[in-house]
């Protein structure tokens, strides 16, 4: 898979997760939501993906089947035979590579995005280490309460006027030069948020939806994703920390927020502190926040495991050389063969053959498995498809022939096929 074709894919399973975010935000457990995007990420930055009948792409490819027999009905029966091939060339057993404009687009745009939250980030953690240490008997008893593996410092700076964290493997909670530090049951409160974003490594998360962002830079939909995660990250650490307060202290907790909200100062990308955007939303979350049950944690887990196979998979082996056999039929009308229509099967590249035979691979093996095609006959086979990509890369020329109605593709030399007869659906070629 293309980074395009990657793109396409991660904006459907985006599409998925906005839909059940937006109807089940205030009914599920926000940690449902950070394993979503999860999915996501994977699916952006994993560039292959597993097969799977239940796929939406497999059902789009059955719709596209049917609409294509329904445009042209006998387009089945008129080909056994149906000829595919791709307009690469092999040259000395090496495909030529070139980088298109459309590329250097692309290119260009990534290193803006990369630079922008490069420089910002470096910008702001110059800034924090002009920081002073917290000199205070209740800051003190915090840390010594919450012992952690890696060493968290807490620092005071006059730049900032809202708490924040930065750092993944030394992590710093920086609270604002004008914090009330006799207001224990507030800073208890920034404590446990900071420090609930530095146990679950959020900005590492925070990293890692940067850096999709920055190569998919071109999707308006990955700026949704990175802009609703980020929220997420936000509401379950909200609901974390009224899990360990108790659901009583919801209103004090909201108050808080509504406090830092009035504070809030400029953007701090890959930070974790208190967002002032949406700042209404988690308001609303707080106050819906229920006791979760293992209802809660069934519902969440069926639904992101339904996602995940319905929407971060990709369509069998089978139906993709099926669908791509009936495009080609869509394309041929009865009329030209019969008026003795030249059939030109074009050269296949290496990279091409090679990305068919992992599909093949898979297709013969589901094959053995159901008992139509033995162990010892599928190794035979594909031991001879092998030496042929080692042949494609040593120069020599051949080409896919696809039958449509035995979902199967064939290999045959380059040459020109052309159609001598055609009776009871049957084409006959020389």
């Known amino acids: 898979?293309?980074?395009?074709?990657m793109s396409l894919s991660g904006t459907v399973l985006i599409v998925a997760v906005i839909i059940i975010r937006a109807l089940a935000l205030y009914r599920l457990p926000k940690k449902t939501f950070l394993v979503l995007w999860g999915v996501v990420i994977c699916r952006l930055c994993i560039p292959f993906s597993i097969p799977s009948h239940l796929s939406f792409f497999t059902g789009i490819n059955l719709l596209k089947q049917t609409f294509s027999e329904m445009m042209i009905p006998d387009a089945a029966m008129m080909t056994n035979n149906v000829l595919l091939g791709t307009m690469h060339t092999v040259e000395n057993?090496?495909?030529r590579v070139s980088i298109s404009p459309i590329m250097l687009i692309w290119l260009t745009g990534v290193c803006a995005c990369s630079l922008f939250f490069i420089v910002t980030y470096i910008k702001c953690c110059k800034e924090f280490q002009a920081s002073l240490p917290v000199e205070n008997r209740a800051v003190y008893q915090w840390l010594w309460e919450q012992p952690m593996r890696r060493k968290v410092q807490i620092m005071q700076s006059d730049r900032i006027k809202a708490p924040l964290t930065y750092g993944i493997f030394h992590p710093v909670v920086l609270l604002p030069k004008t914090m009330d530090y006799m207001d224990e049951t507030k800073l208890k409160y920034i404590f446990m948020h900071e420090f609930v974003h530095i146990r679950r490594f959020d900005n590492l998360t925070k990293l890692l939806l940067a850096l999709v962002l920055c190569v998919y830079w071109f999707n308006p939909l990955v700026w949704v994703m990175y802009a609703l995660a980020n929220r997420d990250i936000e509401l379950s650490c909200d609901e974390t920390v009224l899990q360990k307060f108790g659901e009583t202290m919801k209103s004090a907790y909201a108050m808080m927020l509504i406090s830092m909200e009035e504070k809030k100062s400029r953007l701090s990308p890959m930070c974790s502190n208190f967002s002032k955007n949406v700042i209404e939303e988690?308001?609303?979350c707080i106050m819906k926040i229920k006791k979760v049950t293992m209802l809660s944690i069934t519902m969440a887990t069926i639904l992101v495991a339904g996602t995940a196979t319905v929407f971060a998979t990709s369509a069998s082996a089978a139906d993709t050389a099926k669908e791509t056999a009936t495009?080609?039929?869509a394309s041929t009308t009865e009329s030209d063969l019969q008026n003795g229509l030249t059939l030109t099967i074009n050269q296949i590249s290496y990279n091409d053959y090679q990305d068919w035979l992992k599909k093949y691979k898979i297709m013969i093996q589901e094959e053995v498995q159901n008992g139509s095609l033995s162990q010892q006959t599928a190794d035979k086979t594909i031991q001879e498809h092998e030496q042929i990509l080692t042949n494609i890369?040593?120069?020599?020329?051949?080409?896919?022939?696809v039958d449509p109605n035995k979902e199967e593709v064939l290999i045959v030399p380059q040459t020109d096929f052309k159609v001598t007869e055609i009776e009871d659906g049957v084409i006959t070629i020389e």
């Open 1 to 5: 898979m293309d980074i395009f074709q």
């Open 93 to 95: 057993g090496a495909t």
């Open 282 to 284: 988690r308001i609303m």
């Open 327 to 329: 495009q080609y039929i």
């Open 393 to 401: 890369q040593n120069g020599d020329q051949v080409s896919l022939k």
